[in-house]
């Protein structure tokens, strides 16, 4: 879609300033990953002015390192990765 490569063009910085707090990532495989903006700037490398579509990330379930970037401002669910 548009929006997700829309938001690959965002920083850390405009993401946080428009309100949101987790960086969502969707898989094809069908795995949603959700990083807090505080913890992916904890991130050797990465600062508010990264662009969201340079951070790398990887699938935890299949490997794909090319998942869908979108936001969200609170968490869905519970946690099943402890
Ligand atoms: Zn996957």
Redesign the pocket.
């Known amino acids: 879609m548009e929006l997700d490569s829309w938001w690959r063009t965002r920083t850390v910085g405009e993401a946080m300033g428009q309100g949101y707090t987790f960086l969502r990532l969707t898989?094809?495989?069908?795995?949603i990953s959700e990083y807090p903006f505080p913890l992916l700037l904890q991130r050797p490398g990465v600062t508010r002015y990264s662009f969201l579509g340079n951070i790398p990330f990887r699938?935890?379930?299949?490997?794909?390192t090319q998942?869908s970037i979108g936001v969200s401002s609170h968490v869905v669910g519970t946690s099943s990765d402890h």
């Open positions: 898989c094809r495989c069908g795995r699938c935890q379930k299949c490997g794909s998942p």
